[in-house]
């Protein structure tokens, strides 16, 4: 990697090009106007020179969780909701632009000279984009929450479409400056980026360089092979050597092998692959091995030599059971570790020892893996793409496997239903498959079928508790009838005391008699008359008429708040406190005087009208037909939300419920009015509804995540990954 002699020039030209044509494009947007693009273009030029005087190493995880760890601090739920819906924005930016964005990442590690350059100290990345919006929707002053999301959502769907194209010509710049592409392995240390949140094609730009990396270390551990001459045609190997690093494909050798040689011989010293001919006996002895039949050695082929000489741990005549057998590895194989053979063999080992380690996945699924264990061993020996896509079919294969059986305990039996059903996709896939893709598709449509089968399943068997999840609705809409009445009485000058009971203590007791009753029976009815009488009897009383009629109506109404009071707990001494206040401000009204026009009584003191209510979650249930729905929501009232929280029905999450507790659950449904989201998980008898506020504030301290978003192969191949590196 060599920087182009004139790296400031070409640095300050590119920046000068991405901030013209990115103003460019969003006036092109019809959205917004010159001062709010000047607003973005400075922020993303500044968010550039920051990267670009950057030095440190950087993480993709950063990347890979949105802005949220860069953006300003948020404060209330407009905020709040805001923020999440910026870190959407990049999640569907990184959607359409992360491939063209990737390779202009690679000319910025060659162009700043940092191998250690991460995607998240990219200057042309997406925090500069997506900094400046934020930057600009600051400086909106007092446009309301809904035009700001608005705007949020005409930008996305625009520049999703447009921002590839810019990506593009900036590329084409750097590549006219000079500025060659790095090679993505000499990055350091790239960590996985979580699929759903960043594109498919620049996780597979990670991933390839995760599982690059890995044989690179599995290779290097290797004693270095000496220098070998040439060798002729016809050897039986069939490849040319010249000091171990220049490599030619042998006669019959798949181009994917051959590719596998070439792309690996920078990590340390490969060995010849085995002929084709060897390959074939390997692969049929596999295919015993994994029928796990008594198999007698065949007679050497002739002109190669002998296969009990090279791999004679191939040919023991009575294999071990699969329960017994040690890890398969290229040493168990007698197969050359150095050979483009046994680096796939030892790669998909590392990998399957990651995923046995791993202590949350059931037991269960561990054993239907392992039973592939040699089926993938077969294909990768044939097939390198399986280390270089991440929509190879066999990687999807495990992946989708472990998403089959998410919900089920960590000890559920092998005759668990979906255990079941998987262990005979297994055997008949080991059975079948020779090393071909068409073969794990049609297992992987299987899967795929056994997963869509019970997501069906369970959504229907939440089915019945979507009468109590209605029942939460019916209570939002009480909920807005008495935050109307509650906001119409704040709106007036009171006294602290009397603001405070109002808005706290009494709004709990309208509620409460509302959700019981409805908002037309007459307790409710009650509880307005009296809550309005106590205001009027604080207004001045010159008259006698109006002494006598206050003296006629106060019993009555001290009754009510007396007996609402009561209802909601409030403690005896203040309830006797409150009622003191009350007395000293009717005394004064008796006397004339106007106590609700005294210092301090401001109208401004009262909360906004339909602002959110500071509430704690609070756990309840609701109990019908001999079943049980807990709930996390609010003990005030609170208006149904107007944006639901990311997420389809079918979609598995980890989620808090109310003992603090993580959950593995599948959302199956959303209340109409109030967005709650109903979970459920039949294995583990939980049925959760969850106020989306809440849910929201999980997801954003990490305490709910979505489950299956990340891959179990990607996932085991970084960790072993990590473990041959600190070897």
Known sequence: MSTPSDAFETLRDCRNLYLKQLGALLLESGSLGAGAIQVIQEAAGAYFDEMVANSRRGSFQ?????????????????????????????????????????????????????????????????????????????????????????????????????????????????????????QAGIITSPDILRKGQNSASTADAVNNGILLALQQALLARLPAMPAMPAMPAGNGLGMGMGGGANFAAAPGLTTPQAGMAVQYAAGGALAAPLSQSTLERLISRLNELDQQRPVTASAPISGAPSLENLIPGLFDATPQPAAARPSINSSALGIPAAAPEGLAIDTLATIFKAIFADPELPDALKAIISSLHITLMKVAMQDATLFTGTKHPARQLIDRMRIAMLGLPRDVPARHPICVRLGELAGHLRTACQGDNATLRTALDEVNAVIEARALEIIQAADVYLPMLLQLDSLDGVSVQVGQVIDQLLARPLPREIRNFIDHTWRSVMLRNAQQGGADSSEWLADKTAIEGLIWSFEPKPALDDRKLLAGKLPSILKRLKAGMEAVGLAPVEQTAFLDTCFTLQTAALRGQNPLSAPGNDRDMARPPNAPLAATPVAGKIEAGGRILRTLDFAAGQAPARRSVAGQPGDWMVIRDELETSQVAMLCHRSPLGQRMLFFNPDSGLALAIHPAILEGQLRDGSARACGTDSLFETAARQALGEQSSR
């Open 62 to 182: 950063d990347e890979a969780g949105g802005l949220t760890a860069s953006r300003i601090t948020l404060v209330g739920e407009e905020d709040l909701e805001l923020g999440i819906h910026l870190d959407n924005l990049t999640a569907r930016l990184f959607d359409s632009a992360g491939e063209t964005l990737w390779k202009l990442h690679l000319r910025f590690v060659t162009l700043l000279d940092r191998p250690d350059l991460s995607k998240d100290d990219n200057p042309l990345g997406l925090r500069g984009v997506v900094r400046g919006i934020e930057r600009m929707l600051e400086r909106a002053g007092s446009v309301t929450l809904d035009k700001k999301l608005d705007l949020l959502d005409l930008l996305a769907d625009f520049l999703k479409d447009r921002l590839p194209a810019l990506y593009v010509e900036l590329e084409s710049f750097l590549s006219g400056a000079g500025v060659t592409a790095a």
